[in-house]
């Protein structure tokens, strides 16, 4: 599970929280998110996102309380991040994060952006994770992914830091565990009906 913390520069400006719990199944490809996000005014919204590596343009969004779901497929070009958008990744040395021994690593775009990342290879079937997300084209900025594994600093996301202009993002794994879940996890729910929609209709109570 990872909390997202989402912090304004202007005083007294709302801040909007998110925690997403992941499950995975590197053996067979499929995943899921439960994303809940509080948002001031608003209380609560919450999805469920099924992914399968067999089919890495296709996203199905659940909607429990309303047992509808759907389906958005992606092109490639969609997907594709541009080839010029160059990372520059170093390794800042090893730090404890929520116990485990991280590597601390910053990556700098070619447009000045910089990204701090907390990586662990402590956890259990870190290496099937790691080819999971590298399939799943969704999960993250291919580049960034690729120059973290090139400069030796890829492994589980521990924590993840981006400050920009107005606005600054923490990702930190708060609980991790190995365990069994049943293969219902990744399917949609039998009596759930097919909506058309953007992915927000699904946030939607």
């Known amino acids: ?17 998110m925690s997403i719990k992941l ?3 590197p053996a067979s490809g499929k995943g ?27 996203i199905i969004m659940l909607n429990d309380r309303k047992r509808q779901y759907t389906v958005m497929d992606f092109n490639e070009s969609d997907l594709a991040e541009p080839a010029d958008n160059v990372y520059q990744v170093k390794n800042l040395g090893t730090e404890n994060v929520r116990g485990l021994s991280c ?5 700098i775009n070619q447009d000045g952006d910089k990204f701090e990342i907390w990586t662990t290879r402590e956890i259990p079937g870190y290496q099937e994770m790691i ?12 580049n960034l992914w690729q120059a973290m594994q090139e400069g030796d600093c890829a492994g589980f996301i521990v924590k993840f830091k981006i400050a920009t202009e107005g606005m600054g993002t923490t990702m930190e794994l708060v609980e991790v565990e190995k365990t069994t879940v049943p293969a219902s996890m990744y399917t949609v729910p039998e009596g759930y009906e097919e909506k058309d929609g953007s992915w927000i209709n699904s946030f939607m109570p």
């Open 131 to 142: 080819s999971l997300y590298g399939k799943a084209r969704h999960m993250g900025s291919d």
């Open 1 to 17: 599970e990872y909390r997202i913390r989402h912090d304004r520069a202007e005083e007294g400006a709302p801040q909007a929280n």
């Open 23 to 25: 499950y995975a199944s």
């Open 103 to 107: 590597i601390h690593a910053q990556a």
């Open 32 to 58: 899921r998110a439960e994303t809940t996000m509080e948002i001031p005014m608003a209380g609560a919204m919450r999805m469920s996102m099924l992914t399968d590596t067999n089919t890495p343009n296709r």
